[in-house]
């Protein structure tokens, strides 16, 4: 698979809408659905390169493939735990402490997505690692199963599964099911993921001419959910959930052509952006916590203004900043070893950022 900066683009859109919505709901309700493009993209990409291996060796290496896996987001991810360790030892607030060692723990484990779903344990700093365990809990069972699917029918398969996990999800919804608990689970919100293996397993030329053709349909589609489409509805935790993944596998198929949406995500302050992604969504979410828990601490306003609103767009750009550290000092090395020798792969640039 050869590099596609577009992809990379479009990775700085939906970690973008991700963090205005994290800054305010008010100013991106609909910021949420930027994960849903990163499912799309990551079932995508990973499935193509299974599929690609299984043509060109009749086999799969697991070893290969999770030793590549942990090499390109366990690094990143171990320095934001033990920053968040390092806090915990020395707060000035005891009772904040078993918090935040708590979050680092599940964090660590990926079964943060699980603890949101149930609400085993009260929101902490790193509540957004959430979909870290979404896709973590893809690559334990993706491969396997693609493995043994592979000379079947796979997209019957895959499509089945998705028709099946929306059912799921629209039933408990339907049932009075918390939010939390249909958009955290894997069982209700892997159908982002099915489907971007769903389109890179079909047939595409034809599809990706007619993705190409319509192109601005997804692209208002999207924007109109970033700015509008709230979390906590009826509508978000049935359908909403399933138009946006449609709506990013339509813009994913469709930079498989030359068009002007893939000039505009190759422009590269945007590429750039992307290929930070995954630091940058992983710094600024705590961050912004850590910082209201210990401004209320103080007697001080933590709860909305624009005084607050400032403080967090300047926490973001903190956070942006240790992103391009992160990239620099401690990606960027772990991805030479990884496409170095045995753990080489075609494409000279990670494949995902949740």
């Known amino acids: 698979m050869r590099y596609e900066p577009s992809l990379d683009g479009l990775r700085a859109f939906s970690v973008l809408s991700v963090v205005f919505y994290h800054i305010s709901e008010n100013f991106m309700p609909g910021g949420w659905a930027g994960v849903d493009t990163f499912f799309v993209l990551s079932g995508y990409l990973i499935t193509r390169l299974l599929a690609r291996e299984m043509d060109e060796t009749g086999t799969i290496r697991f070893g290969r493939f999770y030793i590549r896996r942990v090499l390109r987001l366990g690094p990143a991810l171990g320095c ?10 020395f707060t000035p607030f005891s009772e904040r402490r078993v918090e935040l060692l708590r979050s680092a723990a599940l964090s660590l484990v ?28 893809f690559y334990l069972l993706w491969p396997a199963l693609f493995f043994f699917f592979k000379r079947g029918r796979p997209v019957l398969w895959l499509t089945l599964t998705l028709v099946i996990v929306t059912t799921w999800r629209v039933f408990l919804a339907s049932s009075g099911a918390d939010p939390e608990r249909t958009y955290n ?6 159908d982002g993921l099915l489907l971007g293996c769903v389109i890179a397993l079909l047939p595409r030329l034809r599809l990706v001419a007619v993705a190409s053709k319509s192109i601005a349909i997804p692209v208002a589609g999207l924007i109109s959910i970033f700015l509008f489409l709230q979390f906590r509805t009826y509508f978000t935790q049935t359908a ?21 949406l893939k000039k505009l995500l ?40 624009e005084d607050w609103l400032v403080f967090n767009c300047a926490l973001v750009v903190v956070s942006y900043v240790i992103a391009m550290l992160s ?11 990884k496409n170095r020798g045995n753990l080489r792969i075609a494409a000279n640039r990670p494949v995902i950022a949740p």
């Open 110 to 137: 990926y079964m943060m997505n699980w603890s949101r779903a149930f609400a085993w344990f009260p929101p902490a700093v790193l509540d957004h690692t959430w979909s870290l365990s979404m896709e973590e809990q």
């Open 185 to 190: 689970g894997f069982d209700t919100h892997s």
């Open 240 to 260: 909403g959930l399933s138009i946006s993944a449609v709506l990013s596998a339509w813009i994913i198929l469709a930079l498989e052509q030359d068009n002007w």
């Open 80 to 89: 934001l735990l033990a920053f968040i360790v390092f806090a915990a030892l």
């Open 327 to 337: 990239f620099e000092f401690v990606e960027t090395p772990f991805l030479r070893l």
């Open 266 to 305: 190759s422009v590269k302050p945007l590429v750039y952006t992307g290929r930070l992604s995954y630091g940058w969504y992983l710094w600024h979410f705590p961050l912004i916590r850590m910082a209201r828990y210990a401004l209320q601490r103080l007697h001080l306003s933590a709860n909305g203004g």
